[in-house]
């Protein structure tokens, strides 16, 4: 069954980069590329070589690899449905926020270490925006703690089946935040725009200019898996709420953020850079009262 969970994992990460593409140009009207287009050019981008400049260090080679393993570990404490995930222990919901942390830090010091003024502001808005998004993340993971009583993502989604009929609104609330992180995680738009090519504007996509060939395809596999596992926290939650099966989790996973993320970035536009805290910091005081709201439902306060 962690076989399974594994697979199920991979292959949600695959599927909802091309769910947005289909999505995308559905709604304008084109017939769009191939719906495993990324998976062509991931096959591309890893039969090329590297090349490096004579003014980065060491640290600019390996970040991708560290970026990709942290993405790797990461996506093993997630559960599938009722599945078993392959890493499971108390407190591994702090264990998750922190390994994907270190991946961001990697790739920040490499986008620093080529001296680049264009990759240095990426570095230091991607840093600024990983600070802001964080509460949010530790908040939503404390109510899910704190309404089923366990810290392992495993122990939580399996007592989901036991929530009490009130912490719907809750679960609801709490997958609405998380999938809003996915929008900063991943890089997308309203926060940033991965098809753009204006380095003035660029977040995610400056920090990897340098980066080509297999490097290149490292940051966008573990950008994959990031999006699919908080994806999946997303539809955990949701389907805590109905039936907590394996097959109903991939598919609201996929479905929910595919389409989400596909529908915003066909209707709307990216947001200015000063207008970006304050849509985190929305994200993050929407996550403050989904946390507010569980702690009064587990103080009997709220009916």
Known sequence: MTILNIILLLVVAVTIPGLINRTRARLA??????????????????????????????????????????????????????????????????????????????????????????????????????????????????????????????????????FDLRYAIVLLLAAYVLVKIVFTESGRVPVDDPRTHLELTMIHEVMCLDYCGVDLAMIKMAGWLKTASLAMLAANAVAAMIQLCWWLAVLLAVLITGLAIGIVESTQARNKLMRNTTFILAIATMAALVFFTGYLLQLKLVF
């Open 29 to 162: 009207g084109r017939n769009g590329i191939r719906f495993m287009q990324h998976l062509y050019d991931l096959r591309l981008l890893l039969r090329k070589g590297a090349v490096y400049s004579t003014t980065t260090s060491a640290l600019f080679r390996i970040a991708p690899s560290i970026y990709l393993a942290a993405a790797i570990v990461a996506s093993l404490f997630i559960p599938v449905g009722n599945l078993s995930p392959l890493i499971s222990f108390d407190g591994d919901l702090i264990a998750f926020a922190y390994t994907l942390a270190l991946g961001r830090v990697a790739l920040v010091l490499a986008a620093m270490d080529t001296g680049s003024s264009f990759e240095g502001m990426g570095a230091s808005r991607e840093a600024l925006y990983g600070a802001l998004v964080e509460p949010a993340l530790m908040l939503i993971f404390a109510t899910l703690a704190l309404l089923s009583g366990c810290t392992s993502f495993a122990d939580i989604f399996a007592a989901g089946a036991t």
